[in-house]
């Protein structure tokens, strides 16, 4: 398949592909977590507001406890890189723009270039530093498996093709941007299957814990 083809196919089928199971996906996994059955709670209820210690919960859990803060605090901080540079990267480059507006009727203005081809450089360096933790650690080695490792590809490629897209690296400009799209498939096809749905349901798992939580009159 030649650069033009690739960015075709790209472009066209694997895209309408990856959005349908994309949107379903999310469906799905949002309507199976709802339809979970809870057990009823009997005490006595000691504060009518556990509902803030929801939202209490989903502040602070993300940043560390002080009782581990030296321990993995520039761990967090190289987590904090990765996801800010990949959201400046997809939200601000203004042809990912015109794409959500094609989708979603939603834009807004963008950022130069080179604070994107910045921020995926960042990100991407940030996922590298991850990924040799992650192999290093005795306790994540034996913690992962090949949803994390696969989790981690297809975050990955993106944000090289892309940058390699943006500097025109590469024999033929349309298959560098063809694999840069496709890999956009690809994740967006696995987001809802993987552990990188945590974009989503990071604020559902908090926001229950801390309800509950906050119910008892515990601290979030």
């Known amino acids: 398949m030649n650069g033009a083809s690739l960015l075709d196919f790209a472009r066209g089928p694997a895209f309408e592909a990856a959005v349908a199971m994309l949107s379903f996906?999310?469906?799905?996994r949002l309507t199976g977590i709802l339809a979970l059955r809870r057990s009823v709670d009997h005490s006595r209820p000691r504060t009518?507001?556990?509902?803030?210690?929801?939202?209490?919960?989903?502040?602070?859990?993300?940043?560390p406890r002080r009782e581990f803060r030296e321990r993995v605090l520039h761990w967090d901080i190289i987590s904090y890189l990765f996801h800010i540079g990949y959201a400046v990267a997809i939200l601000g480059y203004v042809p990912h723009?015109?794409?959500?507006?094609n989708l979603v009727g939603l834009q807004w203005p963008g950022l130069p270039g080179g604070v994107i081809a910045f921020a995926a450089g960042i990100s991407a360096a940030a996922l590298l530093a991850l990924l040799g933790h992650r192999m290093t650690s005795p306790v994540l080695?034996?913690?992962?498996n090949f949803d994390d490792y696969?989790?981690?590809?297809?975050?990955f490629v993106p944000l090289v093709t892309g940058l390699m897209?943006?500097?025109?690296?590469?024999?033929?400009?349309?298959?560098?941007l063809g694999l840069h799209i496709l890999s956009g498939d690809i994740l967006f096809?696995?987001?809802?299957?993987?552990?990188?749905?945590?974009?989503?349901?990071?604020?559902?798992?908090?926001g229950t814990?801390?309800?509950?939580?906050?119910r008892r009159g515990a601290a979030t």
């Open 48 to 63: 009518g507001f556990g509902w803030m210690g929801g939202l209490r919960m989903i502040v602070s859990r993300s940043w």
């Open 150 to 155: 696969f989790s981690w590809f297809v975050a």
């Open 165 to 176: 897209a943006y500097y025109n690296i590469g024999d033929s400009y349309q298959l560098v």
């Open 25 to 28: 996906g999310i469906v799905w």
């Open 189 to 206: 096809a696995w987001l809802p299957f993987g552990k990188i749905m945590h974009v989503i349901l990071f604020a559902f798992s908090r």
């Open 209 to 214: 814990t801390g309800t509950v939580y906050g």
């Open 141 to 144: 080695r034996q913690l992962s």
């Open 97 to 101: 723009i015109l794409l959500i507006r």
